[in-house]
């Protein structure tokens, strides 16, 4: 991979402690120069070539970690409405074995949900060792679409008290408290956020309504939640500073154009994995010695009943043999 994608890449994960401007922040994304020079076709097919090479690798990394059964990982995606989570998801899991991989997508808390504290429903639902989990939404809804409708806070059981600067700072340590243990104990946390441009929502928010296929999608709370689009954007950006760590930065991938979120994905996580260095689980001396004995004694089955084969070829050809022989005696 050229130097210039490699800094592009590396400049998409957060500086812990550090507060972003996401209004700063480009959502149609950079592009080295040799692809800035592309027609948007030709960057189209560029980009499907380019995921098709990291779904391959991905595949590989996914099957490493299925076989070493020590690590998981933990892919959290976040965004505004139809920013394109589930086509991401889709694109880049569509090359793995569903078997090491769960999809998780959190909607408003149950009743039963509620009753409990805010992390229980997502812990329940973390990757198991040697899978890859993704929380389609997550527990950082807690501190952004309830950041932004305080009021929903009311519908759970929480003990009194309030609901200022020093609640939602206890949430986000809890959160880097509970994503600081899951390192320590062998997930890979990886963090998304789809970054779109306000007028690109309203694009797709549009496009939905135009087209009846589409109809299924479209939500008139989407259109509601828009109008809070600024408040969601610093309820983002609190999370960003508070929550962006070394164990588990967040990464603001440009979403505005679909495959390029899509491939950023997929070279992160690809590239995550592979970083892991599991490589195929050893076996040990005594192990090996199983396989040794068991592989004589597949070898040793076929070639007698390969001798079974034969013996019978040859009784064959004998009795061939001796009808001709008889029917030569006879004439
Ligand atoms: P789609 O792209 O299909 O619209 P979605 O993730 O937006 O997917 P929806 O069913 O439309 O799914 O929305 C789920 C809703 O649940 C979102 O508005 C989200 O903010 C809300 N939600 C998720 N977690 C919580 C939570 N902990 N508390 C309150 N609301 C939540
Ligand atoms: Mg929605």
């Not at 509620?114 to 501190?143: M, Q, T």
Request: hydrophobic share 40%.
């Amino acid at each position: 991979m050229s130097k210039t994608r490699e800094k592009l890449i590396a400049k998409l994960a957060l500086r812990p402690g550090r507060r972003p401007r996401l209004a700063r922040i480009d959502p149609d994304g950079e592009l080295t120069p040799d692809l800035a020079e592309l027609a948007e076709d030709e960057l189209k097919e560029h980009a499907r070539e380019v995921l098709a090479h990291y779904l391959e690798r991905l595949a590989e990394a996914q099957e490493e970690l299925w076989a070493n059964d020590r690590r998981s990982v933990l892919v959290v995606l976040q965004a505004m409405d139809a920013a394109g989570k589930d086509g991401t998801i889709k694109h880049v899991m569509s090359g793995v074995n569903p078997q090491g991989c769960q999809v998780h997508s959190f909607k408003k808390p149950s009743a039963e949900e509620l009753d409990h504290d805010f992390l229980w429903r997502y812990v329940k639902a973390l990757p198991e060792r040697g899978r890859i989990g993704i929380f389609n939404r997550s527990y950082y809804e807690d501190v952004l679409v309830v950041k932004v409708h305080p009021e929903l806070l009311e519908t759970g059981k929480l003990p009194e008290g309030k609901r200022g600067k020093a609640f939602w700072r206890a949430r986000y340590e809890a959160i880097n408290a509970m994503e600081k243990h899951l390192v320590e104990s062998g997930t890979l946390v990886l963090k998304f956020f789809l970054h779109i441009s306000k007028e690109e929502q309203r694009r797709r928010l549009l496009d939905r309504l135009e087209d009846p296929s589409k109809h299924w999608k479209f939500s008139a709370a989407d259109v509601v939640e828009r109008g809070y689009w600024d408040q969601y954007q610093a309820a983002y950006e609190d999370a960003f500073e508070a929550t962006s760590t070394p164990w588990a930065p967040w990464h603001v991938i440009p979403a505005n154009r679909k495959y390029v979120a899509r491939n950023l994905v997929a070279a992160l996580i690809t590239r995550a994995i592979e970083g892991l260095e599991l490589g195929w689980p050893k076996v040990s001396e005594a192990a090996e010695e199983e396989l040794r004995a068991a592989r004589e004694q597949l070898l040793a089955e076929d070639s007698s009943s390969g001798g079974a084969r034969a013996r019978k070829a040859k009784q064959k050809r004998k009795a061939q043999r001796s009808t001709k022989e008889r029917r030569r005696d006879e004439r």
